[in-house]
């Protein structure tokens, strides 16, 4: 698969610093669609990034060229489970009840960032909203606010034995 013209931007502080990031990474590295879409995780000034390099299998609008809107969504639901597990004293891997995303303007062919931010981290439910963006964090491309649901062990231990 090939690349898209632009590389990373660089985020001044950019890096992995400190135990938060290798943590993020180690928790996207175990989805298969966080793999596939190539996430990785940087450490900013402001926290810690995701970072969606962009390919041409992304690519939604040859048109344009744009992102796909899918690959977008992707980027903000998986944004939002990380850092809701990453805040997770027992590191349960939160499941998706319900995600809003704004689509705020084109997507360009170009690397995308993502941040988080926890409104509310509860016992048994996250609520996270996540901020796209390209080149200007304050010209954000997409929102989201996504709601997960933090399982009990019971029933991570009835995930695992398959009842």
């Known amino acids: 698969m090939s690349t898209i013209g632009?590389?990373?931007q660089h985020i001044s502080g950019a890096g992995e610093s400190g135990k938060e990031c290798p943590d993020w990474q180690a928790l996207l590295e175990r989805i298969p669609y966080a793999r596939h879409l190539g996430l990785e995780v940087q450490r900013g000034d402001a926290g810690v990034l995701v970072h969606l390099p962009c390919r041409e299998a992304l690519i939604g609008n040859f048109m344009l060229p744009a992102l796909h809107?899918?690959?977008l969504g992707a980027l903000i639901e998986l944004t939002a489970r990380v850092a809701a597990q990453s805040?997770?004293?027992e590191t349960r891997c939160p499941r998706i009840l319900d995600s809003h995303i704004n689509y705020l303007r084109s997507a360009k062919a170009r690397?995308?960032?993502a941040r988080a931010d926890i409104v509310?981290?509860?016992r048994r439910t996250s609520l996270v909203?996540?901020?796209c963006w390209q080149g200007?964090?304050?010209k954000p491309i997409a929102t989201g606010q996504v709601q997960l649901l933090l399982p009990t062990m019971a029933a991570q231990q009835e995930d695992r034995h398959g009842h």
């Open 6 to 8: 632009d590389s990373a």
């Open 69 to 71: 809107g899918g690959v």
């Open 87 to 89: 805040q997770d004293a």
């Open 111 to 113: 690397s995308t960032f």
């Open 120 to 122: 509310r981290q509860g």
């Open 129 to 131: 909203q996540v901020t």
């Open 136 to 138: 200007d964090e304050n």
